[in-house]
């Protein structure tokens, strides 16, 4: 078979096996099948395999050689999202889908090995290939390095699409390429009554709304504006009768940092003003803040290397500002290049103004994408690919 057949037949094989994850989709730290199919795959194409931090898998090719030693990851898990698209590989399981990509992620790391494979001889380097589960909230990267998946790794990199980009352009800054984020629950404690008597009351409601407001002055006014941050309060939740003032009240939402010594000045202002609020309104408030993942920082020279390879696949035109940089969401990423080297890639997957966005229920990965990336990616590590068609 010449070259370019084995590459069209990789490419539809990515694609059925991006396909067939969309359809059973399986939320973080419950991937069981998800890894049985991507283990079934490894082994049908020859190439070595261990089972890392439960439902995460580890790849190797070129075990022996003695250059750098790169790792490629994907990320395999699914949202808690009822998906409401009409593709013909919709999610199988009501309420679960591929709403953030990492299906296309997955297949396209799967594309990469099977390419690489058959080009295991033009590897100087050992190569890694990193099926990660837990992503989404899940701290799976922490568990995966503490299940030795970076051992012997000296670079890394991974990848994110982005339909708010335009597709095919890539994003992949020298430093902060996505923000550090956490949670609050703040739980306002009152006096319940009728509604007709709230001068013998200690309205949470109240407290919570006025709250919501005050939140708003930590970007505003106590954060400096050349910083990227937001606190978000994503929730209120004070169920009660329709003539009942309640008892308590909940406020809960995100908070999002692009630089790591914002976030203890966040969490001080967030539990201030909280407490304070509380005290003006007659109620109590305990405020439990929970750190989820620090900014993804790029190391500059995996990052220069990263542009390079995506320049010199598809012009210069093809690499956004890097001001764009950092988004604001956050990824389990950061684990990794807070243990090596390594750089990490957003890249554009929008076709149009009104894509839906990643963790939409309308979302669908971009499988043009498939072929782009397996190319970047077998780049990365020195093996190049047939000229795009």
């Not at 609020?277 to 405020?287: E, K, M, P």
């Not at 684990?335 to 309308?362: F, K, Q, W």
Request: proline residues 6%; aromatic residues 8%; glycine residues 8%.
């Amino acid at each position: 078979m010449n070259q370019s057949q084995f590459w069209l037949e990789t490419l539809t094989f990515a694609k059925r096996f991006r396909h067939l994850l969309h359809r059973q989709p399986e939320l973080s730290w419950a991937e069981v099948e998800t890894a049985k199919l991507i283990q079934t795959a490894l082994t049908e194409l020859g190439i070595a395999w261990r089972s890392c931090a439960k439902y995460g898998t580890v790849a190797s090719l070129n075990a022996q050689g003695s250059g750098s030693h790169i790792a490629l990851r994907a990320d395999i898990d699914a949202l808690p999202i009822a998906e409401q698209t009409d593709v013909a590989w919709r999610s199988n399981y009501q309420g679960v889908m591929h709403a953030c990509g990492h299906d296309g992620h997955a297949a396209v790391l799967l594309g990469t090995a099977r390419w690489l494979k058959q080009h295991e001889a033009q590897l100087t380097g050992p190569v890694s290939l990193i099926f990660q589960p837990a992503e989404e909230g899940g701290h799976g990267a922490k568990q995966m390095i503490e299940d030795g998946a970076l051992t012997g790794v000296d670079v890394i990199y991974g990848w994110h699409n982005w339909p708010a980009l335009p597709l095919g352009n890539m994003l992949c800054p020298d430093s902060t390429i996505m923000s550090g984020n956490g949670t609050f629950v703040i739980e306002l404690h009152g006096k319940g009554g009728h509604a007709s008597q709230p001068e013998q009351c200690r309205d949470p409601v109240l407290a919570a709304a006025a709250l919501t407001v005050n939140l708003q002055q930590i970007v505003a006014r106590r954060i400096a504006p050349q910083s990227a941050a937001v606190v978000s309060v994503t929730s209120i939740e004070a169920p009660s009768g329709l003539t009942v003032i309640p008892d308590k009240a909940k406020v809960s939402g995100s908070i999002r940092f692009s630089e790591p010594s914002d976030q203890p000045l966040i969490e001080q202002y967030l539990l201030e003003i909280s407490e304070d609020t509380a005290a003006s309104y007659g109620v109590a408030c305990s405020v439990e803040l929970q750190p989820r993942y620090a900014p993804t920082v790029n190391h500059a020279a995996p990052a220069e290397h990263a542009r390079a390879c995506w320049k010199a696949l598809y012009g210069e035109s093809a690499l956004l500002n890097q001001g764009l940089a950092p988004l604001m969401a956050s990824e389990d990423f950061s684990y990794y290049l807070n243990e090596i080297a390594g750089a990490y890639a957003i890249i554009g997957a929008g076709e149009s103004s009104d894509c839906p966005p990643c963790h939409s229920p309308h979302y669908d990965f971009n499988d043009q994408l498939l072929e782009t990336v397996i190319r970047w990616y077998s780049q990365l590590v020195g093996v190049s690919s047939p000229p795009p068609r």
